[in-house]
């Protein structure tokens, strides 16, 4: 007659073979080797008995653990490979993959970079403000009168609480030398907003890249050959560029620049790219008031500001003839700069 531990393992290991989940292996698990499962419970009474049976309940406990131990391992991995089998049966490999398109940069984008390249070799730093702006960082505190009208709501997107969204990058500078002292030297490229009519050369939202350079001695001549040496190194170093004199409150003198060049579309035609000028002693004074200090003492500092048109130099530097293919998203556009 067989040992009853003998035929607790034996209905163990035929209850193992049947099972068709991991849920129910580990209900088993639990019900024989378990802390107060049956096998475990034939180590608890050893104790109780006799000096001859010990060593033979003993090496049947042993081999009913083992061969349970190795049934449930097995049984545990048929389960795991019946799992695997099932979720790849309805794989089919011969299928043709999901093709991974890599995008590229945006025109703007593309031009921007070349941009940063350029001025960063020249020594300027990035700078940032926000696009939503005070009144004051974009007109006050560069020297615009209250009654000028590039304040109008007409040109203007004022926000029901006075703040607007910033007419021009000019706001950067402001925005930097409220924190940071002389000799200073940045580029801020942004959007900026106008309610301008749509069209092949405007739009409501355009961008730009902000200039400021502040230190001892600085000169229209710094400015001249600083912008200069950008416009040629982008676009080629044939290329014509005129100073043309302007106003602006916030910088005196002031002036507008154009650019031609036989590589460029239009070949003989100037092209307005960039504001700029001497940063007015009245916008140091403005920003002192402000910091309570006197960092940009405007008998010590000096300055040249500029803004250049983002938009206009892609256009240009691409040849593109519409500034609203660059927020069309569309893809016949977009992939020949790819
Ligand atoms: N902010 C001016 C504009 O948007 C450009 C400019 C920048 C002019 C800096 C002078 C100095 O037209």
Redesign the pocket.
Known sequence: MPHPLEELRDSALRDIAETQDEQALENLRVRYLGRSGSISAWGEQMKTLGKEERPVVGKLLHEARNAVTAALAQTSERLRAAKEAGALAGLDVSLPGTAYEAGALHPLTQMLDRAIQIFRRMGFALAEGPDLETEWHCFDA?NTAPDHPARNEQDTFYLADGRLLR????TV?IRTMETAAPPLRVIAPGA?YRRDEVDATHSAQFH?I???YVDEDVSVADLKGTLEFFLRELFGEDTAVRFRP?Y?P??EP???IDVKSKALKGGEQWIEV????M?HPAVFEEVNRARSDLAFDPEKWTG????L?MDRLALILFDIPDLRLFAQNDLRFLRQFA
């Open positions: 560069l007419t021009h990058t000019s500078q900026a730009q902000e200039g400021l302007h602006f916030f910088t002031s002036f507008e960039c504001g700029c000028g940063v040249f500001a500029f803004g048109g």
